[in-house]
């Protein structure tokens, strides 16, 4: 008869392989996916009740993030979610008219996090949007 391997041993075998697999991802790996995951929730928090979860926007009222051209410009995606925008903005072709409300209760990293998740998600981004790059943007864009 063959002796059973210990499901003991063989459950700590596994997880010192996962999280030896876990440490070759570099830092910027892991940040990249934190912020994709709080990014995520706080985009539909309080950006898809209008963009819709899976950023298709509204008809024509709201217009779509996903395969817009404006998520080539993270520094205007984080303005705009800081600020509001009340101007008429062209997504792929089609006008859009309707503001969009500030949101002057995010604060810069929850911004990052969300410029973040839809860059990854919907842009050709793979890496986090640093909180330095929303902060400065912030600056600049900032209403007089």
């Not at 986090?128 to 007089?144: G, S, W």
Request: net charge positive.
């Amino acid at each position: 008869m063959k002796p059973r391997p210990n499901r003991a041993a063989t459950a700590g075998i596994i997880a010192l392989l996962m999280l030896g697999m876990a440490s070759c991802r570099s830092s910027e790996e892991l940040k990249s996916e934190q912020y994709f995951v709080t990014g995520q929730q706080l985009y539909m928090t309080h950006c898809a009740n209008c963009h819709q979860a899976e950023g298709k926007g509204m008809s024509n009222l709201y217009p779509p993030i996903a395969g817009s051209s404006i998520m080539s410009d993270k520094a205007r995606v984080a303005c705009i979610i800081q600020y509001g925008m009340s101007d008429t903005i062209v997504v792929n072709g089609k006008k859009f008219s309707r503001p969009m409300p500030p949101n002057p209760k995010l604060t810069e990293i929850e911004i990052a996090e969300i410029v973040s998740f839809v860059s990854m998600k919907w842009g050709k981004d793979s890496v986090y949007t640093p909180i330095e790059l929303v902060h400065n943007a912030l600056i600049d864009c900032k209403p007089d």
